[in-house]
């Protein structure tokens, strides 16, 4: 089992930069691929960005293609999600999920952080 903790959401003017962790517990982090997601008010979660094991291979929604940065750090059981240029319609909660397969699709995370709220103010 893996328990995931996310922590850096805060609030921040548009243009500005936060960035997100997620620390996660077991021995095993490296075995995961492991995804960001947001939840906005009153939407449903989407993806936001996916990082291979390895931190080889990483593939983002088009929403943050440019503007956002996943990776990861094997040794200290942690993803990042360097989040820069940030807009108002970027805020949401975050999570952090990891599945043992290579997906970008919601139902196929297994492990989910509890989320960290994000506000892009304006």
């Known amino acids: 089992q893996v328990q995931l903790v996310e922590s850096g959401g805060g609030l921040v003017q548009a243009g500005g930069s936060l960035r997100l962790s997620c620390a996660a517990s077991?021995?095993?982090?490296?075995?995961?691929?492991m995804g960001w997601f947001l939840q906005a008010p009153g939407k449903e979660r989407e993806f936001v960005a996916a990082i291979s094991q390895s931190g080889a291979s990483t593939y983002y929604a088009n929403s943050g293609k440019g503007r956002f940065t996943i990776s990861r750090d094997n040794a200290k059981n942690t993803v990042y999600l360097q989040m820069n240029s940030l807009k108002p319609e970027d805020t949401a909660v975050y999570y952090c999920a990891s599945t043992l397969r290579w997906s970008v699709k919601i139902v196929d995370y297994d492990y989910w952080g509890q989320g960290t709220q994000v506000t892009v103010s304006s």
């Open positions: 077991g021995r095993t982090f490296s075995s995961y691929v």
